[in-house]
Protein backbone atom coordinates (compact mmCIF):
# COMPACT_ATOMS: atom_id res chain seq x y z
CA UNK A 1 0.00 0.00 0.00
CA UNK A 2 1.19 3.77 -0.58
CA UNK A 3 1.46 5.70 2.19
CA UNK A 4 1.65 9.70 2.40
CA UNK A 5 2.82 10.06 5.83
CA UNK A 6 6.30 11.46 6.44
CA UNK A 7 8.77 13.10 8.78
CA UNK A 8 8.19 16.30 9.53
CA UNK A 9 11.20 18.08 11.77
CA UNK A 10 11.74 21.47 13.02
CA UNK A 11 8.59 22.39 11.34
CA UNK A 12 8.89 26.31 12.60
CA UNK A 13 12.27 27.00 11.51
CA UNK A 14 12.25 25.38 7.88
CA UNK A 15 8.42 26.66 6.92
CA UNK A 16 9.74 30.05 7.63
CA UNK A 17 12.88 29.61 5.59
CA UNK A 18 10.54 28.24 2.65
CA UNK A 19 7.96 30.85 3.35
CA UNK A 20 10.91 33.79 2.55
CA UNK A 21 12.68 31.67 -0.56
CA UNK A 22 8.40 31.64 -1.87
CA UNK A 23 8.29 35.27 -1.46
CA UNK A 24 11.47 36.11 -2.93
CA UNK A 25 10.96 33.79 -6.17
CA UNK A 26 7.54 35.02 -6.47
CA UNK A 27 9.16 38.46 -6.68
CA UNK A 28 11.44 38.05 -9.12
CA UNK A 29 8.55 35.98 -10.98
CA UNK A 30 6.46 39.75 -10.72
CA UNK A 31 8.44 41.02 -13.62
CA UNK A 32 7.62 38.24 -16.10
CA UNK A 33 11.14 37.94 -17.00
CA UNK A 34 12.61 34.55 -16.37
CA UNK A 35 16.38 33.71 -15.19
CA UNK A 36 18.87 33.17 -18.47
CA UNK A 37 18.93 29.92 -20.39
CA UNK A 38 22.53 29.75 -18.94
CA UNK A 39 21.62 30.55 -15.20
CA UNK A 40 21.84 27.18 -12.98
CA UNK A 41 18.92 26.36 -10.99
CA UNK A 42 18.78 26.48 -7.31
CA UNK A 43 17.30 23.48 -5.47
CA UNK A 44 14.29 24.43 -3.39
CA UNK A 45 13.51 22.80 -0.10
CA UNK A 46 9.90 22.51 1.11
CA UNK A 47 7.77 20.37 3.60
CA UNK A 48 4.24 21.34 2.78
CA UNK A 49 4.23 22.09 -1.64
CA UNK A 50 5.89 22.37 -4.35
CA UNK A 51 6.15 22.60 -8.20
CA UNK A 52 8.48 22.81 -10.63
CA UNK A 53 8.15 23.74 -14.85
CA UNK A 54 10.46 24.76 -17.32
CA UNK A 55 9.06 28.31 -17.14
CA UNK A 56 8.81 30.66 -14.01
CA UNK A 57 5.39 31.72 -14.80
CA UNK A 58 4.30 28.22 -14.90
CA UNK A 59 5.95 27.68 -11.84
CA UNK A 60 4.03 30.83 -10.19
CA UNK A 61 0.64 29.86 -11.55
CA UNK A 62 0.65 26.92 -10.32
CA UNK A 63 2.00 28.16 -6.42
CA UNK A 64 -0.80 30.45 -6.52
CA UNK A 65 -3.30 27.57 -7.31
CA UNK A 66 -1.84 25.34 -4.00
CA UNK A 67 -1.81 28.30 -1.89
CA UNK A 68 -5.53 29.00 -2.74
CA UNK A 69 -6.67 25.54 -1.49
CA UNK A 70 -5.80 23.94 -4.69
CA UNK A 71 -4.50 20.30 -5.76
CA UNK A 72 -2.06 18.91 -7.69
CA UNK A 73 -4.76 18.10 -10.52
CA UNK A 74 -5.26 21.79 -10.15
CA UNK A 75 -2.30 23.05 -10.43
CA UNK A 76 -1.45 21.37 -13.28
CA UNK A 77 -4.06 23.03 -15.10
CA UNK A 78 -3.12 26.47 -14.43
CA UNK A 79 0.64 25.56 -14.99
CA UNK A 80 -0.14 23.97 -18.68
CA UNK A 81 -2.83 26.83 -19.92
CA UNK A 82 0.68 29.20 -18.73
CA UNK A 83 3.10 27.25 -21.04
CA UNK A 84 1.16 26.90 -23.67
CA UNK A 85 1.71 30.69 -23.98
CA UNK A 86 4.74 31.16 -22.74
CA UNK A 87 6.92 28.67 -24.17
CA UNK A 88 4.56 27.50 -27.71
CA UNK A 89 7.58 25.45 -28.94
CA UNK A 90 6.79 23.15 -26.30
CA UNK A 91 3.25 22.15 -25.35
CA UNK A 92 -0.26 24.13 -25.61
CA UNK A 93 -3.87 23.40 -26.16
CA UNK A 94 -3.59 21.23 -29.23
CA UNK A 95 -1.12 19.05 -27.81
CA UNK A 96 -0.94 15.67 -26.06
CA UNK A 97 0.19 14.50 -22.55
CA UNK A 98 1.28 11.41 -20.35
CA UNK A 99 0.52 11.83 -16.70
CA UNK A 100 2.00 9.94 -13.53
CA UNK A 101 0.01 10.89 -10.25
CA UNK A 102 -0.21 9.94 -7.18
CA UNK A 103 -3.36 9.56 -5.28
CA UNK A 104 -2.19 10.26 -1.29
CA UNK A 105 -5.68 9.25 0.27
CA UNK A 106 -7.00 6.63 -1.28
CA UNK A 107 -3.20 4.99 -2.23
CA UNK A 108 -3.34 4.89 -5.87
CA UNK A 109 -0.85 5.55 -8.54
CA UNK A 110 -2.94 6.11 -11.74
CA UNK A 111 -1.51 6.54 -15.35
CA UNK A 112 -3.39 9.13 -17.83
CA UNK A 113 -3.21 8.62 -21.19
CA UNK A 114 -3.77 12.12 -23.12
CA UNK A 115 -1.95 10.87 -26.45
CA UNK A 116 -2.74 12.18 -29.75
CA UNK A 117 -4.68 10.02 -32.52
CA UNK A 118 -4.94 9.41 -35.38
CA UNK A 119 -7.53 10.35 -37.48
CA UNK A 120 -10.15 7.65 -38.96
CA UNK A 121 -9.17 8.24 -42.22
CA UNK A 122 -5.35 7.69 -41.21
CA UNK A 123 -3.47 4.34 -43.05
CA UNK A 124 -0.22 2.81 -43.12
CA UNK A 125 0.63 4.77 -45.72
CA UNK A 126 0.14 8.18 -44.52
CA UNK A 127 3.45 9.22 -44.87
CA UNK A 128 4.13 7.50 -48.11
CA UNK A 129 4.45 9.59 -51.20
CA UNK A 130 3.28 8.89 -54.76
CA UNK A 131 5.52 6.50 -55.70
CA UNK A 132 5.35 4.25 -52.40
CA UNK A 133 8.94 6.09 -50.73
CA UNK A 134 8.69 7.87 -47.34
CA UNK A 135 7.88 11.64 -47.40
CA UNK A 136 10.61 13.99 -46.69
CA UNK A 137 10.12 14.56 -42.17
CA UNK A 138 10.30 18.16 -43.19
CA UNK A 139 7.35 17.71 -45.87
CA UNK A 140 5.18 15.62 -43.66
CA UNK A 141 5.83 17.92 -40.44
CA UNK A 142 4.24 21.12 -42.31
CA UNK A 143 1.58 18.78 -44.34
CA UNK A 144 -1.71 18.88 -42.54
CA UNK A 145 -1.04 14.68 -42.42
CA UNK A 146 0.85 15.22 -39.12
CA UNK A 147 -1.90 16.28 -36.40
CA UNK A 148 -3.41 14.26 -34.60
CA UNK A 149 -6.53 14.33 -32.27
CA UNK A 150 -5.04 16.69 -29.41
CA UNK A 151 -5.37 14.87 -26.16
CA UNK A 152 -3.89 16.81 -23.20
CA UNK A 153 -6.97 19.31 -22.81
CA UNK A 154 -8.88 15.98 -22.09
CA UNK A 155 -6.81 13.97 -19.67
CA UNK A 156 -6.28 17.41 -17.56
CA UNK A 157 -9.97 17.40 -17.30
CA UNK A 158 -10.32 13.62 -16.97
CA UNK A 159 -8.05 14.04 -13.58
CA UNK A 160 -9.08 17.38 -12.57
CA UNK A 161 -12.59 16.00 -12.38
CA UNK A 162 -11.97 13.41 -10.31
CA UNK A 163 -8.81 15.03 -8.24
CA UNK A 164 -9.38 18.14 -8.41
CA UNK A 165 -10.47 20.54 -5.44
CA UNK A 166 -11.72 24.31 -6.69
CA UNK A 167 -13.63 25.16 -9.80
CA UNK A 168 -12.24 24.19 -13.10
CA UNK A 169 -13.25 28.00 -14.27
CA UNK A 170 -10.70 29.03 -11.33
CA UNK A 171 -7.74 27.62 -13.21
CA UNK A 172 -6.99 30.02 -16.19
CA UNK A 173 -7.15 33.12 -14.65
CA UNK A 174 -2.98 33.29 -14.54
CA UNK A 175 -2.92 32.36 -18.33
CA UNK A 176 -6.03 34.49 -19.38
CA UNK A 177 -4.37 37.67 -17.93
CA UNK A 178 -0.72 36.63 -19.63
CA UNK A 179 -1.98 36.56 -22.55
CA UNK A 180 -4.47 39.82 -22.47
CA UNK A 181 -1.54 41.77 -20.85
CA UNK A 182 1.42 40.47 -22.71
CA UNK A 183 4.32 38.37 -21.26
CA UNK A 184 7.61 39.12 -21.76
CA UNK A 185 9.59 36.68 -24.52
CA UNK A 186 12.27 35.09 -22.30
CA UNK A 187 15.74 34.09 -23.94
CA UNK A 188 14.85 30.47 -25.01
CA UNK A 189 11.82 31.46 -27.04
CA UNK A 190 13.04 34.05 -28.04
CA UNK A 191 15.93 32.05 -29.72
CA UNK A 192 13.16 29.51 -30.95
CA UNK A 193 11.49 32.18 -33.05
CA UNK A 194 14.48 32.69 -34.74
CA UNK A 195 15.78 29.12 -35.31
CA UNK A 196 16.19 27.11 -38.14
CA UNK A 197 13.73 25.06 -37.43
CA UNK A 198 11.13 25.20 -40.69
CA UNK A 199 8.42 25.56 -38.50
CA UNK A 200 9.57 29.08 -37.04
CA UNK A 201 9.35 29.98 -40.45
CA UNK A 202 5.99 28.91 -41.44
CA UNK A 203 3.35 31.68 -42.40
CA UNK A 204 1.40 31.40 -39.26
CA UNK A 205 4.90 31.35 -37.06
CA UNK A 206 6.08 34.49 -38.48
CA UNK A 207 2.95 36.33 -38.75
CA UNK A 208 2.88 35.63 -34.83
CA UNK A 209 6.05 36.61 -33.96
CA UNK A 210 6.21 39.64 -36.40
CA UNK A 211 6.04 43.01 -34.56
CA UNK A 212 4.35 45.83 -36.01
CA UNK A 213 7.59 47.64 -37.61
CA UNK A 214 8.42 44.00 -39.36
CA UNK A 215 11.06 42.80 -36.96
CA UNK A 216 10.88 39.41 -35.42
CA UNK A 217 9.81 39.61 -31.38
CA UNK A 218 12.96 39.25 -29.02
CA UNK A 219 14.21 38.23 -25.84
CA UNK A 220 12.91 41.51 -23.19
CA UNK A 221 9.98 42.26 -25.86
CA UNK A 222 5.78 41.85 -24.50
CA UNK A 223 4.00 39.47 -26.24
CA UNK A 224 0.14 40.02 -26.48
CA UNK A 225 -2.00 37.13 -27.45
CA UNK A 226 -5.20 37.90 -27.61
CA UNK A 227 -6.69 35.40 -29.22
CA UNK A 228 -5.47 32.23 -27.12
CA UNK A 229 -7.23 34.66 -24.44
CA UNK A 230 -9.99 33.94 -26.06
CA UNK A 231 -9.44 30.10 -26.28
CA UNK A 232 -9.07 30.16 -22.88
CA UNK A 233 -12.61 31.83 -21.56
CA UNK A 234 -14.31 29.21 -24.02
CA UNK A 235 -12.27 26.40 -22.49
CA UNK A 236 -13.12 28.02 -18.64
CA UNK A 237 -16.73 28.73 -19.49
CA UNK A 238 -17.20 25.38 -21.39
CA UNK A 239 -14.64 22.58 -19.71
CA UNK A 240 -12.30 20.51 -21.31
CA UNK A 241 -14.87 19.02 -24.15
CA UNK A 242 -14.90 23.12 -25.27
CA UNK A 243 -11.98 21.92 -27.73
CA UNK A 244 -13.23 18.81 -29.16
CA UNK A 245 -16.90 20.52 -30.33
CA UNK A 246 -17.78 24.31 -31.81
CA UNK A 247 -15.88 26.56 -32.89
CA UNK A 248 -11.66 25.47 -31.67
CA UNK A 249 -12.24 21.87 -33.07
CA UNK A 250 -13.80 23.28 -36.04
CA UNK A 251 -10.83 26.10 -36.50
CA UNK A 252 -8.23 22.99 -36.59
CA UNK A 253 -10.31 20.62 -38.75
CA UNK A 254 -10.41 23.30 -41.00
CA UNK A 255 -6.79 24.61 -40.92
CA UNK A 256 -5.27 20.84 -41.09
CA UNK A 257 -7.05 20.60 -44.54
CA UNK A 258 -5.31 23.24 -46.30
CA UNK A 259 -2.11 22.75 -47.91
CA UNK A 260 -1.01 20.60 -50.68
CA UNK A 261 -1.13 17.48 -48.62
CA UNK A 262 -4.30 17.84 -46.29
CA UNK A 263 -4.88 15.69 -43.25
CA UNK A 264 -8.24 13.24 -42.95
CA UNK A 265 -8.93 15.05 -39.70
CA UNK A 266 -12.32 15.22 -39.05
CA UNK A 267 -15.09 16.59 -36.33
CA UNK A 268 -16.08 13.23 -35.88
CA UNK A 269 -12.78 12.15 -34.99
CA UNK A 270 -12.90 14.79 -32.21
CA UNK A 271 -16.06 13.48 -31.09
CA UNK A 272 -14.68 10.07 -30.60
CA UNK A 273 -11.62 10.97 -28.68
CA UNK A 274 -11.35 9.67 -24.73
CA UNK A 275 -8.39 10.29 -22.60
CA UNK A 276 -7.49 6.51 -21.13
CA UNK A 277 -7.26 6.31 -17.17
CA UNK A 278 -5.35 3.05 -16.29
CA UNK A 279 -3.55 2.22 -12.98
CA UNK A 280 0.10 2.75 -13.91
CA UNK A 281 2.89 0.24 -14.61
CA UNK A 282 4.88 -0.02 -11.80
CA UNK A 283 7.82 -2.64 -11.20
CA UNK A 284 10.26 -3.12 -8.07
CA UNK A 285 13.87 -1.61 -8.96
CA UNK A 286 16.62 -2.94 -5.92
CA UNK A 287 14.73 -1.05 -2.60
CA UNK A 288 12.18 0.86 -4.86
CA UNK A 289 8.91 0.62 -7.08
CA UNK A 290 9.06 2.75 -9.87
CA UNK A 291 5.83 3.60 -11.93
CA UNK A 292 5.13 5.15 -15.33
CA UNK A 293 2.07 5.21 -17.48
CA UNK A 294 2.19 2.26 -19.84
CA UNK A 295 3.11 2.23 -23.36
CA UNK A 296 2.74 3.91 -26.16
CA UNK A 297 4.31 5.99 -23.41
CA UNK A 298 8.13 5.92 -23.05
CA UNK A 299 7.99 4.42 -18.91
CA UNK A 300 8.54 0.56 -20.16
CA UNK A 301 11.86 2.10 -21.60
CA UNK A 302 13.27 3.65 -17.89
CA UNK A 303 12.28 0.47 -16.03
CA UNK A 304 13.79 -1.76 -18.87
CA UNK A 305 17.32 0.05 -18.19
CA UNK A 306 16.82 -0.04 -14.91
CA UNK A 307 16.79 -3.98 -14.24
CA UNK A 308 19.27 -4.00 -16.56
CA UNK A 309 21.55 -1.90 -14.65
CA UNK A 310 20.55 -3.70 -11.66
CA UNK A 311 22.82 -6.54 -12.59
CA UNK A 312 26.18 -4.46 -13.39
CA UNK A 313 28.22 -2.46 -10.20
CA UNK A 314 26.80 0.82 -11.44
CA UNK A 315 25.37 1.63 -8.02
CA UNK A 316 28.67 1.32 -6.50
CA UNK A 317 30.40 3.22 -8.85
CA UNK A 318 30.02 7.17 -9.29
CA UNK A 319 29.44 9.95 -11.81
CA UNK A 320 33.14 10.43 -12.12
CA UNK A 321 33.61 6.77 -12.68
CA UNK A 322 33.76 6.35 -16.41
CA UNK A 323 33.06 2.29 -16.23
CA UNK A 324 29.49 3.94 -14.80
CA UNK A 325 28.77 5.96 -17.68
CA UNK A 326 29.69 2.85 -19.87
CA UNK A 327 27.40 0.80 -18.01
CA UNK A 328 24.93 3.12 -18.14
CA UNK A 329 25.32 3.21 -22.24
CA UNK A 330 25.21 -0.51 -22.59
CA UNK A 331 21.97 -0.74 -21.43
CA UNK A 332 20.52 2.35 -23.00
CA UNK A 333 21.70 0.60 -26.19
CA UNK A 334 19.53 -2.80 -25.43
CA UNK A 335 17.02 -0.92 -24.03
CA UNK A 336 16.64 0.86 -27.14
CA UNK A 337 17.01 -1.91 -29.81
CA UNK A 338 14.04 -3.66 -28.03
CA UNK A 339 11.54 -0.40 -28.00
CA UNK A 340 11.82 0.32 -31.17
CA UNK A 341 11.32 -2.88 -32.07
CA UNK A 342 7.99 -3.72 -29.88
CA UNK A 343 6.60 -0.47 -28.30
CA UNK A 344 3.54 0.76 -30.17
CA UNK A 345 -0.20 1.27 -29.22
CA UNK A 346 -1.16 -1.41 -27.01
CA UNK A 347 -4.95 -0.91 -27.68
CA UNK A 348 -3.54 -1.96 -32.06
CA UNK A 349 -0.57 -4.03 -31.00
CA UNK A 350 0.25 -6.52 -28.39
CA UNK A 351 3.00 -5.04 -26.90
CA UNK A 352 5.33 -7.73 -24.98
CA UNK A 353 5.13 -5.77 -21.60
CA UNK A 354 5.66 -8.93 -19.32
CA UNK A 355 8.35 -10.25 -21.38
CA UNK A 356 10.20 -7.15 -21.56
CA UNK A 357 10.06 -7.02 -17.57
CA UNK A 358 11.19 -10.62 -17.14
CA UNK A 359 13.72 -11.40 -14.71
CA UNK A 360 15.31 -14.21 -17.06
CA UNK A 361 14.63 -12.06 -20.39
CA UNK A 362 16.76 -9.12 -18.77
CA UNK A 363 19.20 -11.08 -17.08
CA UNK A 364 20.31 -12.51 -20.53
CA UNK A 365 20.02 -8.82 -21.84
CA UNK A 366 21.87 -7.51 -18.99
CA UNK A 367 25.03 -10.63 -19.62
CA UNK A 368 25.82 -8.24 -22.57
CA UNK A 369 26.92 -5.53 -20.89
CA UNK A 370 30.54 -5.05 -20.11
CA UNK A 371 32.98 -2.04 -18.91
CA UNK A 372 33.76 -1.73 -22.56
CA UNK A 373 31.82 -0.54 -25.11
CA UNK A 374 30.57 -3.78 -27.59
CA UNK A 375 31.89 -2.80 -30.86
CA UNK A 376 28.50 -3.71 -32.70
CA UNK A 377 25.62 -2.35 -31.80
CA UNK A 378 22.64 -4.72 -30.30
CA UNK A 379 19.56 -6.02 -31.91
CA UNK A 380 16.53 -6.53 -30.55
CA UNK A 381 15.98 -9.45 -28.50
CA UNK A 382 13.22 -11.94 -28.04
CA UNK A 383 11.10 -11.43 -24.93
CA UNK A 384 8.42 -13.80 -24.08
CA UNK A 385 5.42 -13.50 -25.85
CA UNK A 386 6.89 -11.06 -28.52
CA UNK A 387 5.32 -11.48 -31.69
CA UNK A 388 7.32 -10.67 -35.10
CA UNK A 389 7.30 -7.32 -36.26
CA UNK A 390 9.62 -5.14 -38.59
CA UNK A 391 12.89 -2.77 -37.76
CA UNK A 392 11.26 0.79 -37.17
CA UNK A 393 12.37 3.66 -39.13
CA UNK A 394 10.64 6.48 -36.41
CA UNK A 395 11.86 9.94 -36.51
CA UNK A 396 11.46 11.45 -33.19
CA UNK A 397 11.87 14.91 -33.16
CA UNK A 398 11.33 16.86 -29.79
CA UNK A 399 9.01 19.91 -28.88
CA UNK A 400 8.02 18.99 -25.17
CA UNK A 401 7.88 20.01 -21.59
CA UNK A 402 7.65 18.51 -18.28
CA UNK A 403 6.71 19.61 -14.51
CA UNK A 404 6.33 17.95 -10.97
CA UNK A 405 3.77 18.81 -8.38
CA UNK A 406 3.56 17.54 -4.65
CA UNK A 407 0.48 19.36 -3.00
CA UNK A 408 0.11 19.92 0.75
CA UNK A 409 -2.23 16.21 0.56
CA UNK A 410 0.41 14.79 -0.56
CA UNK A 411 -0.91 13.89 -3.78
CA UNK A 412 2.08 13.63 -6.47
CA UNK A 413 1.97 14.70 -10.43
CA UNK A 414 3.98 14.00 -12.95
CA UNK A 415 3.48 15.50 -16.13
CA UNK A 416 5.08 15.95 -19.82
CA UNK A 417 3.44 17.34 -22.47
CA UNK A 418 3.96 18.38 -26.31
CA UNK A 419 3.22 19.65 -29.43
CA UNK A 420 5.89 17.13 -30.73
CA UNK A 421 8.15 19.38 -33.06
CA UNK A 422 9.10 23.55 -32.17
CA UNK A 423 6.08 24.97 -32.63
CA UNK A 424 4.13 21.52 -33.37
CA UNK A 425 3.21 21.54 -37.24
CA UNK A 426 3.78 25.58 -37.93
CA UNK A 427 0.03 25.92 -38.42
CA UNK A 428 -1.67 28.51 -35.92
CA UNK A 429 -5.47 28.85 -35.11
CA UNK A 430 -6.69 30.89 -31.98
CA UNK A 431 -3.69 31.54 -30.70
CA UNK A 432 -2.19 28.58 -30.64
CA UNK A 433 -0.03 25.71 -32.51
CA UNK A 434 -1.75 22.29 -33.98
CA UNK A 435 0.20 19.32 -33.23
CA UNK A 436 2.60 17.51 -35.33
CA UNK A 437 2.16 14.34 -33.44
CA UNK A 438 1.54 11.96 -36.13
CA UNK A 439 5.04 11.87 -37.30
CA UNK A 440 5.98 10.09 -34.19
CA UNK A 441 4.37 7.02 -36.30
CA UNK A 442 7.17 5.07 -38.70
CA UNK A 443 6.77 6.35 -42.02
CA UNK A 444 7.85 3.08 -43.58
CA UNK A 445 5.28 0.75 -42.62
CA UNK A 446 6.54 -2.44 -43.30
CA UNK A 447 10.55 -3.96 -43.57
CA UNK A 448 11.86 -5.28 -47.07
CA UNK A 449 10.58 -8.58 -46.32
CA UNK A 450 6.49 -7.19 -46.02
CA UNK A 451 7.18 -7.30 -41.70
CA UNK A 452 4.84 -4.47 -40.43
CA UNK A 453 6.12 -2.12 -38.11
CA UNK A 454 4.62 -1.96 -34.60
CA UNK A 455 4.84 1.54 -34.56
CA UNK A 456 3.09 2.14 -37.99
CA UNK A 457 0.34 4.77 -38.47
CA UNK A 458 -3.17 3.18 -38.48
CA UNK A 459 -6.82 4.89 -37.68
CA UNK A 460 -7.18 6.03 -34.22
CA UNK A 461 -3.99 4.74 -33.39
CA UNK A 462 -1.54 6.55 -30.85
CA UNK A 463 2.08 6.55 -31.96
CA UNK A 464 4.89 5.66 -29.41
CA UNK A 465 6.09 8.29 -27.58
CA UNK A 466 9.58 8.21 -25.59
CA UNK A 467 7.74 10.63 -22.68
CA UNK A 468 8.58 9.15 -19.18
CA UNK A 469 6.68 10.66 -16.12
CA UNK A 470 8.19 8.49 -13.35
CA UNK A 471 7.68 8.54 -9.54
CA UNK A 472 9.53 6.39 -7.19
CA UNK A 473 8.39 5.03 -4.04
CA UNK A 474 10.35 2.70 -1.07
CA UNK A 475 8.70 -0.53 -0.99
CA UNK A 476 6.81 0.69 2.77
CA UNK A 477 4.43 2.49 0.03
CA UNK A 478 5.99 6.17 0.89
CA UNK A 479 6.88 9.03 -2.15
CA UNK A 480 10.60 8.88 -2.97
CA UNK A 481 11.16 11.00 -6.34
CA UNK A 482 9.66 12.00 -9.35
CA UNK A 483 11.38 13.43 -12.55
CA UNK A 484 10.76 13.48 -16.25
CA UNK A 485 11.79 15.50 -19.32
CA UNK A 486 12.16 16.97 -22.48
CA UNK A 487 14.02 16.29 -25.32
CA UNK A 488 12.55 13.42 -28.10
CA UNK A 489 13.85 9.75 -28.20
CA UNK A 490 16.61 10.73 -25.64
CA UNK A 491 14.13 11.50 -23.11
CA UNK A 492 14.26 8.03 -21.83
CA UNK A 493 18.21 8.65 -21.01
CA UNK A 494 17.94 11.71 -19.78
CA UNK A 495 15.39 10.12 -17.51
CA UNK A 496 17.24 7.31 -16.25
CA UNK A 497 20.15 9.28 -15.41
CA UNK A 498 18.57 11.83 -13.21
CA UNK A 499 17.36 8.38 -11.01
CA UNK A 500 20.53 6.57 -11.01
CA UNK A 501 22.23 10.32 -10.13
CA UNK A 502 19.85 10.34 -7.14
CA UNK A 503 18.93 6.81 -6.14
CA UNK A 504 22.38 5.11 -7.14
CA UNK A 505 24.69 7.70 -6.37
CA UNK A 506 22.97 9.39 -3.64
CA UNK A 507 22.89 13.19 -5.20
CA UNK A 508 20.45 15.96 -5.06
CA UNK A 509 18.33 16.63 -7.09
CA UNK A 510 19.80 19.19 -8.85
CA UNK A 511 23.15 17.94 -9.16
CA UNK A 512 21.77 14.99 -10.87
CA UNK A 513 19.94 16.70 -13.05
CA UNK A 514 22.88 18.96 -13.68
CA UNK A 515 25.19 15.87 -14.80
CA UNK A 516 25.99 15.82 -18.51
CA UNK A 517 23.41 14.27 -20.51
CA UNK A 518 24.78 10.76 -22.53
CA UNK A 519 22.85 9.05 -25.21
CA UNK A 520 23.87 5.74 -26.48
CA UNK A 521 21.52 4.47 -29.87
CA UNK A 522 22.36 1.47 -32.26
CA UNK A 523 25.64 2.51 -33.04
CA UNK A 524 24.96 6.55 -32.25
CA UNK A 525 26.64 7.74 -29.29
CA UNK A 526 26.14 11.48 -28.68
CA UNK A 527 26.90 13.69 -25.14
CA UNK A 528 27.31 16.83 -23.70
CA UNK A 529 31.13 16.05 -23.91
CA UNK A 530 32.26 19.66 -22.64
CA UNK A 531 30.57 19.03 -19.44
CA UNK A 532 32.46 15.80 -18.37
CA UNK A 533 35.68 16.23 -16.31
CA UNK A 534 38.70 15.58 -18.47
CA UNK A 535 39.58 12.33 -16.75
CA UNK A 536 36.14 10.75 -17.26
CA UNK A 537 35.66 11.53 -20.52
CA UNK A 538 39.49 10.27 -21.24
CA UNK A 539 38.42 7.19 -19.39
CA UNK A 540 35.25 6.72 -21.22
CA UNK A 541 37.03 7.06 -24.55
CA UNK A 542 39.40 4.42 -23.32
CA UNK A 543 36.64 2.15 -22.90
CA UNK A 544 35.66 2.27 -26.24
CA UNK A 545 32.82 5.41 -25.70
CA UNK A 546 33.84 8.20 -27.65
CA UNK A 547 30.71 10.23 -27.66
CA UNK A 548 30.13 12.84 -30.43
CA UNK A 549 27.90 16.49 -29.66
CA UNK A 550 24.48 16.13 -28.98
CA UNK A 551 21.93 15.55 -31.99
CA UNK A 552 18.82 15.03 -30.02
CA UNK A 553 16.71 18.00 -28.51
CA UNK A 554 18.59 19.28 -25.14
CA UNK A 555 17.20 17.71 -21.84
CA UNK A 556 14.80 19.92 -19.64
CA UNK A 557 14.30 17.41 -16.51
CA UNK A 558 12.58 18.74 -13.94
CA UNK A 559 12.41 16.34 -10.34
CA UNK A 560 11.19 16.51 -6.40
CA UNK A 561 13.23 14.30 -4.53
CA UNK A 562 12.18 13.49 -0.75
CA UNK A 563 15.18 14.08 1.54
CA UNK A 564 16.18 12.32 4.54
CA UNK A 565 14.58 14.86 7.01
CA UNK A 566 11.06 14.58 4.95
CA UNK A 567 11.47 17.43 3.07
CA UNK A 568 10.80 18.21 -0.55
CA UNK A 569 13.98 18.94 -2.75
CA UNK A 570 13.11 20.43 -5.85
CA UNK A 571 15.74 20.53 -9.05
CA UNK A 572 14.85 22.00 -12.84
CA UNK A 573 17.25 21.72 -15.62
CA UNK A 574 20.05 24.62 -16.32
CA UNK A 575 19.73 23.95 -20.10
CA UNK A 576 16.39 25.66 -19.58
CA UNK A 577 14.62 28.59 -17.69
CA UNK A 578 12.95 25.91 -15.12
CA UNK A 579 12.73 26.61 -11.51
CA UNK A 580 11.24 25.63 -8.42
CA UNK A 581 8.64 27.39 -5.97
CA UNK A 582 7.71 25.91 -2.73
CA UNK A 583 6.02 26.42 0.75
Given at each position: ???????????V??????????????????S??????S???????????????????????????????????????????????????????????????????K????????R???P????????????G?????????????????????????????????????????????????????????????????????????????????????????????????????????????????????????????????????????????????????????????????????????VL???????????????????????E????L??????????????????????????????????????????A??????????????????????????????????????????????????????????????????????L?????????????G????????????????G????A???????????????????????????????????L?????????????????????????????????Y??????G????????????????????????
Amino acid sequence: MMQSDRATPDRVLFVAAAALAVLLSMNACRSNAPPPASAPAASTRALHAIVVAANPLAAQAGMRILQAGGSAADAAVAMQAVLGLVEPQSSGVCGGAFITYYDAKKNQVLAYNGRETAPAGASADLFLAADGRPLPFETAVLSGRSTGVPGAIAALGLLQHEHGKLAWRALFADAQRLATDGFTVSPRLAGMITSRALQASAPDAVRYFTKDDGSRYRSGDLLRNPAYAETLRLLADGGAGALYRGKLAQDIVNRVHQGDLPGTLSLADFARYRPIETPALCHDWQQYRVCAPPPPAGGIGVLQALLLLSHTDIAARSADDPVGWVEFAEALRLMYADRDRYVADPAVIDVPLAGLLDPAYIQSRAALIGTHVAALPPRAGQPPGARRYGPDHTAEPGGTTHLVIVDEAGNVLSMTTTVESIFGSGRMVDGFFLNNQLTDFSFSPLDANGAPAANAPGPGKRPRSAMSPMIVFDHDGHFVAATGSAGGPAIIAYVLKTLIGTLDWHMSMQAAISLPNLIAHGDHFTAESPKFAPEVLNGMIAHGLDPRPVQYEESGLTGVLVRADGSYEGGADPRREGVALSY
